[in-house]
C-alpha cells in the first residue's frame, strides 16, 4: 500500500484516495497581493505634511571686506606658545590673542585655532584651552596638523 489509502473501513472495492503532498500557494499569494494593495493605498494617507511659507532664498550680499586671516595658537613641545610668529606666555595670553584679533570690535567672539605638536603633555595643551575659557574665548577649534 505504498501511498495509496484505501477508502474507509468496511468498504470493499471502493477507490483508493492518493495523498496530496504539495502545497496549494495560491491562497498566499493571494494574501500577499491583497496586503501590498492596502499597504500602497494605505502609505501615502500615513504621510504628515506642513505647508511653511519659506522666503526666498536671497544669496548674501557681496561685502567688500576680506575674510580675516585665522589666529593660529601653537604649542610647542618646550611648552613656548605662540599666536602667529609671535611668542607668547600662559599669564599675556588672552591679551596678544585680542591684539591678533585687533580689527574686530569684540574678540572673543572670533574664532581661534590652537594646535600643537605631537609631544606636547595633555597638561600643557588643557592649560592654554582653559585660560582661553577662562577668559571668554569659547569659540576654539583644534587643529590636527603636522608641525615643522
Do not use: H
Request: aromatic share 6%; proline share 10%; with cysteine.
Amino acid at each position: 500500500m505504498g501511498g495509496k489509502l484505501s477508502g474507509p473501513p468496511g468498504a470493499s472495492g471502493g477507490k483508493t484516495i492518493e495523498q496530496n503532498s504539495e502545497i496549494n500557494v495560491t491562497p498566499f499569494v493571494d494574501i500577499m497581493l491583497v496586503l501590498l494593495i492596502i499597504f500602497m493605498v494605505s502609505a501615502p494617507l500615513a504621510t504628515v505634511s506642513i505647508n511653511l511659507d519659506l522666503p526666498p532664498a536671497t544669496p548674501p550680499p557681496p561685502s567688500a571686506e576680506k575674510p580675516k586671516d585665522p589666529v593660529y595658537i601653537t604649542i610647542q613641545d618646550s611648552g613656548s606658545i605662540f599666536i602667529a610668529e609671535r611668542q607668547t606666555t600662559i599669564e599675556t595670553l588672552a591679551a596678544d590673542v585680542c591684539g591678533a584679533l585687533q580689527p574686530s570690535p569684540n574678540c572673543k567672539d572670533e574664532r581661534v585655532f590652537v594646535r600643537a605638536q605631537p609631544d606636547v603633555t595633555y597638561n600643557q595643551f588643557m592649560e592654554v584651552m582653559n585660560d582661553l575659557q577662562k577668559n571668554g574665548y569659547f569659540k576654539v577649534g583644534l587643529l590636527n596638523e603636522d608641525i615643522e
